[in-house]
């Protein structure tokens, strides 16, 4: 286990829905990140928060809004997808979100299903 | 922008035998360089990282890699495979971008290891 944990792990859901994915990390990290992983496709990063505010958004559609109450744990909040948003969502967490030598930790994802 | 390119999207080893993945990296300063891991339905776990110390860097699992600016390279070994090493690694380089941290991942090489 890396410390950072995801819920829920698999979803499925309509285009009209509302849905939430949730992230955790035990770790005392101040940076946490939301990244896309598609088939066929580089890992995507979506989103950085530091000391939880945000400090990267990497063109993701509005359809996607994250949220970061403390720096333990951070939202991805869904509405309206498209099934080309159907692919694995990682959290992970850092010490810090300015150096670039620190070791992001990685949860195990949430597979999303958009129909 | 510094990009990453892994020169296999498969690579078919049998058990006991050397692994080598190879990663090339382009990057206008000095990177740092991971090797990160993911197993079926796991997260993404770090196998190594370089941060400008020694060239030739030990990580998990028997594994390591060398970095060589003059070829800027980053290629990841094992000296004998095992099979629960049959995963898709990824090489990745680290850059701050608007003073903070990014990661930047190849598209992944799956490693096969048959008995």
Known sequence: ETGVTQTPRHLVMG????????????????????????AKKPLEL????????????????????????NSSHLFLHLHTLQPEDSALYLCAS??????????QFFGPGTRLTVL | ?????????????????????????????????FWYVQHPNK???????????????????????????SETSFHLTKPSAHMS???????????????FQKLVFGTGTRLLVSP
């Open chain 1, 46 to 69: 979506m989103f950085v928060y530091s000391l939880e505010e945000r400090v990267e958004n990497n063109s993701v559609p509005s359809r996607f809004s994250p949220e970061c109450p």
């Open chain 2, 85 to 99: 090493d049959a995963a898709e690694y990824f090489c990745v380089v680290s850059e701050l971008y608007t003073g």
């Open chain 2, 1 to 33: 922008a510094q990009s990453v390119t892994q020169l296999d999207s498969h690579v078919s080893v049998s058990e006991g035998t050397p692994v080598l993945l190879r990663c090339n990296y382009s990057s206008s300063y000095s990177p740092s360089l």
């Open chain 2, 43 to 69: 997260g993404l776990q770090l196998l190594l990282k370089y941060t400008s110390a020694a060239t030739l860097v030990k990580g998990i699992n028997g594994f390591e890699a060398e970095f060589k600016k």
């Open chain 1, 94 to 103: 850092s010490q810090s979100g300015e150096i670039a030598y620190n070791e």
């Open chain 1, 15 to 38: 285009m009209t829905n509302k849905k939430s994915l949730k992230c955790e990390q035990h770790l005392g990290h101040n940076a946490m990140y939301w990244y896309k992983q598609s």
